[in-house]
């Protein structure tokens, strides 16, 4: 069975902090995401990445960054953490090819005070 | 722009019952993929039915089946025999390059 584990289950930060969220998959898989979801508003994509070293905008960016050093670990990176970044956060994975369904994490949920 | 719009934020049906959670998207690709995915609540969310746009045939997985009607650009999940741990959050889907994903319809199962 996949499993991608995030780091933290909830987090609380405080506005202005650097924050780094952490997303650890072991199936090899070559494709990697970063979604929050947000009552109402579905899950949005804010990064993906399709290899190591690689990285593409998703629909939402802004004042984010993503670190993928290695193939099995996927980093996001609020540079200066706003109450508006206050959400659940969900890491995903999935092979290359487009009909691999995704495989989640748990999520984190993150509240910037 | 692609769009995923699942038209029914929160629906309720009773045990051992029937129901259908819309879906309808909008693309101008052809070869994509479809998705329904469920989150239980505080759980994870898994997947639950895959279908491929160039297969005719609606996808099934025991209980759960779809109507895929590719002209129309509709998704639609069928939830036969409804269970209490059917309670969730369904999304549905869609792949070509990226995943776009609706905005979610809650679902509660009735004892």
């Known amino acids: 069975d996949v499993k991608v584990t995030q780091s933290s289950r909830y987090l609380v930060k405080r506005t202005g902090e650097k924050v780094f969220l952490e997303c650890v998959q072991d199936m090899d898989h070559e494709n990697m995401f970063w979604y929050r979801q947000d009552p109402g508003l579905g899950l949005r994509l804010i990064y993906f990445s399709y290899d190591v070293k690689m990285k593409e905008k998703g629909d939402i960016p802004e004042g984010y960054s993503v670190s993928r050093e290695k193939k099995e670990r996927f980093s996001l990176i609020l540079e200066s953490a706003s109450t508006n970044q206050t959400s659940m956060y969900l890491c995903a994975s999935s092979l290359g090819a487009s009909e691999g369904p995704q495989h989640f994490g748990d999520g984190t949920r993150l509240s910037i005070l | 722009a692609q769009t995923v719009t699942q038209s029914q934020p929160e629906m309720s049906v009773q045990e051992a019952e029937t129901v259908t959670l819309s879906c309808t998207y909008d693309t101008s690709e052809n070869n994509y993929y479809l998705f329904w995915y469920k989150q239980p609540p505080s759980r994870q969310m898994i997947l639950v039915i895959r279908?491929?746009?160039?297969?005719?045939q609606n996808a099934t997985e025991n209980r759960f089946s779809v109507n895929f009607q590719k002209a129309a650009k509709s998704f639609s999940l069928k939830i036969s025999d409804s269970q209490l741990g059917d309670t969730a959050m369904y999304f549905c889907?869609?792949?070509?390059?990226?995943?776009?994903f609706g905005t979610g319809t809650r679902l509660k199962v009735l004892a």
């Open positions: 889907a869609f792949r070509t390059y990226k995943y776009i």
């Open positions: 279908q491929e746009a160039y297969k005719q």
